[in-house]
């Protein structure tokens, strides 16, 4: 199965120049942890709950500066057409939740480990990813 077969495929994204406090507005409007970022729509990285958190708040910086100068830059994508299954592998070893899906730079899509968990073939495999990404992190 392709990851084109499952993604999401109506993504919001926020602009680079768009404020810190915008970026924080559409995660609680759409009730999310990361919107990807949009130069001339190419993805140039992704702004997470996380890094509102450390390099905004606990920094002090203004809600009214840009996203660009807190998202995170160093970014893994992947293609449509790539296997559920590779993508499941890269998650879990990239320790990362959600992965946006880039088609010649351009975002078509996001999916996350709990889109891959609602196929019933890949309830293992997600579940396996996302023990490996728990327990990379942090706290």
Known sequence: ???????????RAISATDSISEAANI???????????LDNHILVGMITDRDLVLRAVAEGK??????????????????????????ADIMASKQIRRVPIVDNGRLVGIVSIGDMAVEDIFENEAGEALHTISMGVRH
């Open 1 to 11: 199965m392709k990851i084109k077969e499952i993604m999401t495929t109506d993504v």
């Open 27 to 37: 995660m609680k409007q759409l009730d999310v942890g990361a919107v990807p970022v």
């Open 62 to 87: 203004n809600s009214d500066e840009r996203v660009s100068t807190i998202m995170t830059k160093d970014i893994t994508s992947v293609t449509p057409d790539m296997d559920v299954h590779k993508v």
